[in-house]
T-cell receptor, first 113, second 115 residues
């Protein structure tokens, strides 16, 4: 069964600090991995997408890494801002077709002043 | 640019009542369309997806149904709501070409509470 596990479940950090969110997956065959940001009560918004051959991808202060051998990904947030407070969802695609997605439960990040 | 709309934004319905949630997409043609449910503390669950008018695939057996009467309109329905239908319902679209790096774009969601 395809699964995506994220850790930690929740995280509180001070504004300006860095943090790293983890994603482990058991999805086969692997097509790509995406990180989404979901503000409370809103739809998810795509941050990064990586295919098998990509090890890292950045989007501003967000940097995602992918180790396809160990089936792990991380999302690093640099110099956090209050607006970074949200849930971050790891999503893995198992095939050539975007509807074949497995979603993690997300990490709820709270950035406090 | 493409935009996706959902309504209503929030809905409170009694058990046993019918349901109709609507999703429309602007700025693209023949998109793939999706309905998801997000229950509290759980990941997104794909309910239905559609690759064209009248073409609906169901991922989870339940008392919900979906229809696509027009190219950019996707409707989620139920004849009789259950308490377990409460949740945050999200509509999404993606480009019609099934390439490995296409992205799903989500709407603002509908918060449904069944009492």
């Amino acid at each position: 069964k395809n699964q995506v596990e994220q850790s930690p479940q929740s995280l509180i950090i001070l504004e300006g600090k860095n943090c790293t969110l983890q994603c482990n997956y058991t999805v086969s065959p692997f097509s790509n991995l995406r990180w989404y940001k979901q503000d409370t009560g809103r739809g998810p918004v795509s941050l990064t997408i990586m295919t098998f051959s990509e090890n890292t991808k950045s989007n501003g202060r967000y940097t995602a890494t992918l180790d396809a051998d160990t089936k792990q990904s991380s999302l690093h947030i640099t110099a956090s801002q209050l607006s970074d407070s949200a849930s971050y969802i790891c999503v893995v695609s198992a095939g050539a077709g975007s509807y074949q997605l497995t979603f993690g439960k997300g990490t709820k990040l709270s950035v406090i002043p | 640019s493409q935009t996706i709309h959902q309504w209503p934004a929030t809905l409170v319905q009694p058990v046993g009542s019918p349901l109709s949630l609507e999703c429309t997409v602007e700025g693209t043609s023949n998109p793939n369309l999706y309905w998801y449910r997000q229950a509290a503390g759980r990941g997104l669950q794909l309910l239905f997806y559609s690759v064209g008018i009248g073409q609906i695939s169901s991922e989870v057996p339940q008392n919900l149904s979906a229809s696509r009467p027009q190219d950019r309109q996707f409707i989620l329905s139920s004849k009789k709501l259950l308490l377990s239908d409460s949740g945050f319902y999200l509509c999404a679209w993606s480009v019609p070409i099934a390439v490995s790096t296409d992205t799903q774009y989500f709407g603002p969601g509908t918060r449904l509470t069944v009492l």
